[in-house]
């Protein structure tokens, strides 16, 4: 079964780099055809997504007005792991952040099928 963990700093400073690592067990993030990815949620605000690694190394990233330009995606394939970095925080990207894995249907749509258990992070001076 393929189980995702979070981690990184709960507390980000405004204007620095919110960091936050994926550690994957049960599935390669290598594999065809998984897509790997960062979502985000604010209280009384729908799920956010941020972007995705897939499994051939390839990213995407949101055009939200509220990320663009801000996220990259990366990974440690020797350590099964993906890494959100989102630069120039501030107290708005406070929020749950959630790592999942993905998955396209026959049709083309884009499905999470398991997250992990989200991680607090709180932009605060």
């Given at each position: 079964q393929v189980?995702?963990?979070?981690?990184g700093p709960g507390l980000v400073k405004p204007s620095q780099i919110l960091s936050l690592t994926c550690t994957?067990?049960?599935?390669?993030?290598?594999?065809d055809p998984?897509?790997?990815?960062?979502?985000?949620?604010?209280?009384?605000?729908?799920?956010?997504?941020?972007?995705r690694i897939m499994w051939s190394g390839n990213t995407y990233t949101?055009?939200?007005?509220?990320?663009e330009s801000r996220v990259s995606i990366s990974?440690?394939?020797?350590?099964?792991?993906?890494?959100?970095?989102?630069n120039s925080v501030t107290p708005?990207?406070?929020?749950?952040?959630y790592c999942?894995?993905?998955f396209q249907t026959d049709?083309?749509?884009?499905?999470?099928?398991?997250?992990?258990?989200g991680s607090q992070v709180t932009v605060s001076a």
């Open positions: 189980q995702l963990q979070e981690s994957v067990s049960g599935e390669s993030v290598t594999t998984w897509y790997w990815s960062w979502v985000r949620q604010s209280p009384g605000k729908a799920l956010e997504w941020i972007g949101s055009t939200s007005p509220s990320l990974w440690d394939t020797s350590k099964n792991q993906f890494t959100l970095q989102l708005e990207d406070s929020a749950v952040y999942a894995r993905e049709y083309g749509l884009i499905y999470p099928d398991y997250w992990g258990q």
